[in-house]
């Protein structure tokens, strides 16, 4: 990608002045309210997956709201209130996963229990050094700065971030002509959490700057039925057990599409003039909604028939898969297959996606002749 205005005058540095202890501005701004946060406006029109409609009231605001991801939680707690002990910030945390697995909503309750306050931005809204510049230089001692679709940076901006994230310093160009020149400028200590659907697409040294690196895994369908139960309480609608569990079970293992399936099912048993939502309203719902008993959408179920059905199985370029189901390829790989992958319905292999006998028998097709996809072992 090129980058246009690269190297362009950067803004001027604004220097720290008149701040307040991180603690008492994220007690003032209510230390939720992150739609008054300066970043907020540029990351909603670049993030992928829906989630500028999100709305934040469904975000958990602390680590013990935050359903599942035990392990993880557990580990972020201690490097929370190691640093806090301090008097320093976290280290820099790279996050990733598939989208809407609960990465941004993590990187907003660690900023708040460490009581700081988070900017938000993402990797296409850095468009050269100057805005990275103007992002850090607008830091607080030990505030998050919270970078969305890390992969995504312009090579020549991620080498400005090194210096910052190393050596908590930035260089700008001054000047014009013969009198340019760099000046160094220091910045305040502070904590970068980047979130990634792709680590495999992070350049080596940028990764390796990170000292704590997660994954957040898939969720389990009692975790989504929590999450459920939650968003309806939220919303004010009574949903029983049931019901919060098959809405669970079909929502690709990911907290967003259950924030999304239980509005679309609220609909439904509304419109039906039901009180409450019992398992009978979410499973006409679904059905209604294209979402199968494995929770697989129109789009996963696209995939697999056409892998089984014009490739014999496979193996498949994700670049001709791709250009059959007219998606881009960042989709396929970053929200439809990881999925798929994870519930054994796909394999990649070296040759490309193979389809299983699992998604031959659940899509109710015969295999053709020749099958080429994995065999039941
Ligand atoms: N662990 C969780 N517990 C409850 N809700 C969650 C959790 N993780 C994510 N969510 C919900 O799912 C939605 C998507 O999460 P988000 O953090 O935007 O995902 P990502 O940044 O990984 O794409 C958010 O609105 C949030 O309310
Ligand atoms: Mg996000």
Redesign the pocket.
């Known amino acids: 990608m090129r980058v246009p205005h690269d190297d362009g005058p950067p803004p001027p540095p604004r220097p720290p002045k008149g701040r307040k202890r991180p603690g008492e501005r994220a007690a003032e701004a209510g230390a939720s309210d992150m739609s008054q946060e300066p970043g907020r406006a540029a990351l909603s029109p670049t993030v992928a997956?829906g989630?500028a409609g999100?709305s934040l009231s469904?975000?958990?605001q602390s680590l013990a709201e935050?359903?599942?991801?035990a392990a993880l939680k557990r580990k972020l707690e201690v490097f929370v209130r190691a640093a806090r002990g301090r008097d320093e910030p976290l280290d820099h945390t790279l996050l990733h996963?598939p989208?809407?697995?609960?990465?941004?909503?993590?990187a907003h309750i660690l900023a708040h229990e460490l009581g700081v306050r988070l900017h938000l931005t993402s990797g296409p809204a850095i468009e050269h050094k100057g805005v990275l510049a103007g992002h850090l230089t607008a830091l607080g001692p030990r505030d998050v700065l919270f970078i969305d679709e890390i992969h995504r940076l312009a090579p020549t901006v991620e080498e400005s971030l090194y210096s910052a994230m190393e050596d908590g310093r930035i260089d700008l160009p001054v000047g014009e002509g013969t009198r340019a020149r760099t000046i160094g400028f220091e910045l305040a200590p502070f904590t970068l959490i980047g979130?990634t659907t792709r680590t495999a697409l992070l350049s080596g040294p940028l990764r390796d700057r990170f000292q704590i690196i997660e994954a957040?895994e898939f969720y389990g369908d009692d975790e989504l039925a929590a999450?459920v139960c939650?968003t309806a309480s939220i919303l004010g609608v009574p949903v029983s057990g049931a019901a919060a569990l098959e809405i669970g079970r079909r929502s690709r293992g990911t907290?967003?599409i259950a924030?999304r399936l239980i509005r679309r099912v609220r609909d439904f048993a509304q419109v039906r003039g039901a009180r409450s939502i019992e398992l009978a309203d979410a499973t006409a719902a679904l059905l209604e909604l294209g979402i199968d008993s494995e929770g697989l959408d129109m789009l996963d179920r696209r995939l697999l028939t056409m892998i089984v059905e014009n490739f014999r199985g496979g193996p498949v370029g994700v670049e001709a898969l791709g250009a059959s189901l007219g998606e881009p390829r960042d989709t396929l790989e970053s929200v439809v297959e990881p999925f798929l992958l994870q519930r054994g319905f796909l394999l990649r292999t070296s040759r490309g996606r193979v389809a299983t006998m699992k998604a031959a028998r659940h899509l109710g097709l015969e295999l053709p002749p020749g099958w080429q996809g994995a065999l039941d072992l």
């Open positions: 997956g989630e999100e469904l975000r958990p935050y359903v599942g991801q996963g989208p809407g697995l609960g990465k941004t909503t993590m979130a957040i999450i939650r907290p967003r924030n």
